[in-house]
């Protein structure tokens, strides 16, 4: 079974550029998430979709980052315009639903941004 | 708020010995607990879970403890092995919930 899988590994832009994530999550798993990992920290929540529905966006920054969920598959993460303070790691994960309502969430490699 | 504490940055150990990684929690509607090992350059890995109906839970060389009543958890690791050597990160979440909400992790050394 394939994995979490995101794109790229590694971005580094100049400030006030946009830049995108891609996250493809695994197969069958309905809820994905968007994490913020900063240096020495553990990840932060950015937004969870349910299939299509963002369910929990609001750790997200909505002035300058976006997300989608097409057709409850894909997803893409935005910012713009991107800041220093965007450098991070970027990760995607996904769980689906059990019959306890409990499951794991399966992490993809992240992206590592660097904002210069 | 951190609602998820893991107070040690930092752990060594010999190569056989136990590892005891500890982890804090303040929300009491937490009620399923999960355990990530993460190394360099990749993303967590699930390593285990304990739901909040258990004290106990054990896979291999890997056992969660978890007591409800301090609202800690510990993850045991015998024997310890180089290859264990990475950061592991403690999550919570609640049913009400679907978010899981992370400690800032332990980075464990295990000298062979």
């Known amino acids: 079974e394939a994995g979490v899988v995101q794109s790229p590994r590694y971005k580094i832009i100049e400030k006030k550029q946009p830049v995108a994530f891609w996250c493809n999550p695994i197969?069958?798993?309905?809820?994905l998430y968007w994490y913020l990992q900063n240096l020495g920290q553990g990840p932060e929540l950015l937004i969870r979709?349910?299939?299509?529905?963002?369910?929990?966006d609001s750790q997200l920054p909505k002035d300058r980052f976006s997300a989608e969920r097409l057709k409850g598959v894909d997803s893409t993460l935005k910012i713009q315009p991107a800041e220093l303070g965007d450098s991070a790691v970027y990760l995607c994960?996904?769980?689906?639903?059990?019959?306890?309502?409990?499951?794991?969430?399966?992490f993809g490699q992240g992206t590592r941004l660097t904002v210069v | 708020d951190q609602q998820v504490k893991q107070n040690s940055p930092s752990l060594s150990v010999q190569e056989g010995r136990i590892s005891i990684l500890n982890c804090d929690y303040t929300n009491s509607m937490f009620d399923y607990f999960l355990w990530y090992k993460k190394y360099p350059a990749e993303g967590p890995t699930f390593l285990i879970s304990?739901?909040?109906?258990?004290d106990k839970n054990e896979d291999g060389r890997f056992t969660v403890f978890l007591n409800k009543s301090a609202k800690h958890l510990s993850l045991h690791i015998v024997p310890s092995q180089p290859g264990d050597s990475a950061v592991y990160f403690c999550?919570?979440?609640?049913?009400?919930?679907?978010?899981?909400?992370f400690g800032t992790g332990t980075s464990l050394t295990v000298i062979p």
């Open positions: 994960a996904s769980s689906s639903f059990s019959g306890t309502g409990h499951t794991e969430a399966f």
């Open positions: 999550a919570a979440s609640a049913m009400s919930g679907n978010q899981f909400y």
């Open positions: 979709y349910e299939n299509e529905e963002a369910v929990d």
């Open positions: 197969s069958g798993h309905n809820t």
């Open positions: 304990i739901s909040s109906i258990k």
